[in-house]
């Protein structure tokens, strides 16, 4: 039998049970907790305990939902939950830092139109958080589309190790109890509304800055001029000092750099201009600071 087939838990009465919990058999009168079509105990010699679908049928869904109905309980049952620091691109320094917040009322697998986020949860601010458990696939583009839009704030939980685990429901609710309520470090921000609202203002007020194109023989140089970190400084004919700053040596790896725009209408791309916030500084102190 193939690992995706077993089913790690299963629904009774309004909760899960481990497989170790309940008789062997038919007679654990569970059901799968996406399907609800009966499961099986399976409590054989050879292979580790589990349960399956008692009928054939194409269900997949069985252990993602489990693991959202136990995370369901472990935040109802945990009371606060951690938050990841928001970043921005490039930036070293976290926008927000780690945030720990009471949790109110949780809702599992609710509908939006075609959308259903694995888990929503009310914080003590008042603000909506929705949460994404990855277990056998990260959240697709779509979904993380469906918050952008909405400008609902939503985070990823890396849970994707879980299923390797036996279907024992106190030790996947221990984990899940580390992993969502005080772990940051397998968590991820799929969209911030603050560090969204952010990074608009500085696309808005950042320079964009035309990008000099200078080929010698083989090689190509790509300068920009005023750089407001005076990574180089030459001389012009007239003996004034300007700073300027090398492309592929400087901006690259510079955290003020926002984009990148090239020029496509030749045969080649070749770079044009760039988005540069490094007059903005004081922006991000202050986002920092109002926090
Ligand atoms: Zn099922």
Request: hydrophobic share 35%; glycine share 6%.
């Amino acid at each position: 039998m193939k690992d995706e087939h077993k089913v790690l838990l299963g629904w009774r009465d309004g909760r899960l049970y481990g497989v170790d919990e309940v008789p062997s058999g038919l007679a654990c009168h569970c059901l799968c907790p996406a399907c609800k079509s009966p499961l099986i105990a399976r409590k054989g010699q050879k292979v580790r305990h589990h349960f399956s679908h008692h009928r054939k049928n194409n269900c997949a869904w069985a252990n993602e939902t489990a693991l959202h109905l136990l995370a369901k309980a472990v935040l109802e049952q945990g009371h606060v939950i951690k938050t990841p620091a928001v970043r921005i691109p490039r930036y070293p320094e976290a926008l927000y830092p780690i945030r720990v917040y009471d949790i109110g009322r949780v809702w599992c697998e609710r509908r939006y139109g075609r959308e259903r986020p694995d888990l929503a949860v009310i914080l003590s601010n008042g603000q909506w958080l929705n949460i994404e458990i990855a277990v056998t696939h990260f959240t697709p583009a779509k979904k993380v589309a469906f918050y952008r839009k909405r400008h609902w704030n939503a985070i990823e939980i890396d849970c994707s190790d879980l299923m390797d685990y036996p279907g024992n429901r106190e030790v996947l609710t221990r984990l899940l109890q580390q992993r969502l309520l005080q772990e940051t470090d397998r968590k991820k921000w799929l969209y911030h509304h603050g560090q969204a609202l952010f990074l608009r203002k500085l696309e808005q007020l950042a320079e964009r800055r035309k990008v000099r194109h200078y080929p010698w023989g083989k090689r190509h140089f790509y300068n920009i001029y005023g750089c407001p970190q005076h990574k180089r400084i030459r001389k012009t004919a007239m003996g004034k000092r300007v700073s300027y700053a090398s492309l592929t040596q400087d901006c690259w790896h510079c955290p003020y750099l926002l984009q990148q725009y090239v020029d496509r209408t030749g045969e080649q791309l070749v770079p044009d201009s760039i988005l540069c916030w490094g007059r903005l500084q004081y922006l991000f102190d202050q986002e920092q600071e109002g926090q």
